[in-house]
Antibody
């Protein structure tokens, strides 16, 4: 299981920070990617970034300059930081597990983050 | 990077068959596996097809996936439509730089 947590409201220009807690399996497994995906209200899915067991990270080209994904294997958690947010970053943010061929077979329930002053 | 283009919406009657297309803008559709996700309102997406044409356990065999190199597209076909199939469907693939791409999504209406 995956569970997102973090503030539901972030002010413009500030940094959005979310945590994904993984249970029922190790985040250190060499079989999976771990990803962040978001979905603005009424719109489609957008990949934010991923990391793999070796610690390599991959980011969406459109968000690359503002995104950092990190991991704490001791807590079986991984994190998303998105800087300089604006209203366009308002979305439901999901964390998910991906197979080596990027089949996202387990998703968190998603958490709505609203960017507003 | 490439894009995946899906029709915005499709509709069909219960019991009929519908096909949703997903066209890759550049590079071969056969180069990287394609997944299909179903998303009902208020829920997280779930996989209905992975690795082009594989069905996860629990997904009815009414769901099938294929790729067509001639049109550089992937397709999701749902036969024997049921009202419960009404949902948004997304195709997804990736590139050699481990960048993931989603299609824009297709709203399926079963009426």
């Amino acid at each position: 299981q995956l569970q997102e947590s973090g503030p539901g409201l972030v002010k413009p220009s500030e940094t959005l920070s979310l945590t994904c807690t993984v249970s029922g399996g190790s985040i250190s497994s060499n079989t999976y990617y771990w990803v962040w995906i978001r979905q603005p209200p009424g719109k489609g899915l957008e990949w934010i970034g991923s990391f793999d067991y070796s610690g390599s990270t991959y980011y969406s080209p459109s968000l690359n300059s503002r995104v950092t994904i990190s991991v704490d294997t001791s807590k079986n958690q991984f994190f998303l930081k998105l800087s300089s947010v604006s209203a366009a970053d308002t979305a439901v943010y999901y964390c998910a597990r991906g197979s080596l061929w990027y089949n996202f077979d387990y998703w968190g329930q998603g958490t709505l983050v609203t960017v507003s002053s | 990077n490439f894009m995946l283009t899906q029709p915005h919406s499709v509709s069909e009657s219960p019991g009929k068959t519908v096909t949703i297309s997903c066209t890759r803008s550049s590079g071969s559709i056969a180069s990287n596996f394609v997944q299909w996700y179903q998303q009902r309102p208020g829920s997280s997406p779930t996989t209905v097809i992975y690795e082009d044409n594989q069905r996860p356990s629990g997904v009815p065999d009414r769901f099938s996936g294929s790729i067509d190199s001639s049109s550089n597209s992937a397709s999701l076909t749902i036969s024997g439509l049921k009202t419960e199939d009404e949902a948004d469907y997304y195709c997804q693939s990736y590139d050699t730089s481990n960048h993931v791409v989603f299609g824009g999504g297709t709203k399926l209406t079963v009426l």
